[in-house]
């Protein structure tokens, strides 16, 4: 695959200065945006499936084309692996490698914005036992922060879903981000270098062909202390 990927730019060069504030306003206030009419629709498709041969869940988030999906479900066996994305073309390349012959049959592909995604597991009462949040889009300037999903009103539904958390990316400062806004909410957090053993994701096998270095946020998520959102 292509190896000239270029690293992520930014005159933000350390974590935000009004994160802090922004996770914390986002923890203690109720978002009340009503979620995409595709969503809901998506999401009760899926918990259909689910609730007619329950399997513990594991999500991944932004999961483009699907490959680290299918790639996760087989390394989850026992549990239903949720791939969501907005991109219908990305999901389409998805949907023709789960109909190919010796695909898992325990990946699940969901078109649907995230962050509805997030509210309605959370409103449904979903625990996940595992989140993977592969390569997020970095939005690098400073005045995109409410972009990031650290900063982002759907941040608290996305903690109150639980389980092991792991975020991926080539931005430092967007892991560094990250981890700080989980000790806002209360939750210990790691942040690494790696390198990938063999590559995850589309975006993972790209970036480590062009020499980025990789970062990696690890945490165990604990309902008890994240405010309802
Ligand atoms: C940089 S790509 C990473 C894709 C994949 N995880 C990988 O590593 O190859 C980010 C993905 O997030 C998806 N995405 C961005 N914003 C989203 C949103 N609000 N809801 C759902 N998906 C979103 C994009 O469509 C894109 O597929």
């Known amino acids: 695959m292509y190896a000239n990927s270029r690293t ?13 504030a922004s996770v914390r306003r986002h923890l203690e ?23 007619a041969a329950p399997r513990p869940l594991v999500l991944d988030a932004g999961c483009g084309t699907g490959a680290s999906t299918l790639r996760l479900a087989e390394l989850h066996a026992d549990c239903w692996v ?5 991109s219908a073309a990305r999901l ?5 490698a789960l109909a190919t012959a010796g695909a898992p049959r325990n990946a699940l592909l969901v078109r649907a914005e995230l962050a509805d995604f997030w509210r309605l597991a959370h409103a449904a009462g979903w625990r ?3 989140q993977y949040l592969l390569y997020p889009n ?13 900063a982002h009103p759907a941040f608290a539904a996305l903690l109150a879903l639980g389980g092991m958390l792991e975020l991926r990316c080539n ?15 209360g939750i210990a957090a790691n942040v690494e270098a790696f390198v990938p053993a063999g590559p995850l994701t589309p975006f993972e096998r790209k970036y480590a062909a ?20």
Do not use: M
């Not at 949720?82 to 907005?86: E, F, H, P, R, S």
């Not at 400062?173 to 990250?178: G, M, R, S």
């Open 29 to 51: 206030t109720d978002w009340r945006r009503p979620p995409a009419a595709h969503s809901v629709q998506a999401f009760d498709a899926l918990r259909a499936c689910i609730e």
């Open 8 to 20: 992520v730019a930014s005159v933000q060069q350390a974590p935000h200065p009004r994160l802090a």
């Open 171 to 185: 931005w430092r400062v967007y892991a560094d981000e990250f981890a700080r806004a989980l000790d806002v909410a």
């Open 82 to 86: 949720i791939g969501v994305d907005k």
């Open 92 to 96: 389409a390349a998805g949907a023709r």
């Open 128 to 130: 996940l036992r595992r």
């Open 138 to 150: 970095p939005w690098p300037k400073p005045a995109q922060l409410a972009r990031r999903w650290h």
């Open 210 to 229: 062009s020499g980025h270095a990789l970062w990696r946020v690890g945490a165990r998520l604990d309902t008890n202390t994240v405010a309802e959102g």
